[in-house]
């Protein structure tokens, strides 16, 4: 049994900065995404197990930084800058394989997610 477990979401104000972290049970490429009301589940950044590689969706780039302790199965997510449209439930996902994909149909074990509102 797999479990993803995200902590470090809240409320913020526009341009705070929050740092999300998600602690697998073991060391798997790991991916965050967000999900607004109404919308779909959408990619944030990822993270490979094997070498960090790591991918950042363009809405995010240059504000947010994905990064990973393997000795803790653990993965951040520091969130600089933020504006209102980053709110959302951040989600992260979890595959075996070494490989960040955007497509959250590709990640195989999910946490419950964990709430970031962002006001303006």
């Known amino acids: 049994q797999v479990h993803l477990k995200e902590s470090g979401g809240g409320l913020v104000q526009a341009g705070d900065s929050l740092r999300l972290s998600c602690t697998a049970s073991a060391t798997y490429t790991m991916a965050w995404f967000r999900q607004a009301p109404g919308k779909e589940r959408d990619f944030v950044a990822g993270?490979?197990?094997?070498?960090?590689?790591?991918a950042y969706a363009d809405s995010v780039k240059g504000r947010f930084a994905v990064s990973r302790d393997n000795a803790k199965n653990t993965v951040y997510l520091q969130m600089n800058s933020l504006k209102p449209e980053d709110t959302g439930v951040y989600y992260c996902?979890?595959?075996?394989?070494?490989?960040?994909?955007?497509?959250?149909?590709?990640?195989?074990?999910w946490g419950q997610g964990t709430q970031v509102t962002v006001s303006s």
């Open positions: 993270i490979s197990w094997s070498d960090s590689s790591s």
């Open positions: 996902g979890a595959r075996v394989d070494s490989s960040v994909y955007f497509a959250s149909i590709l990640y195989r074990y």
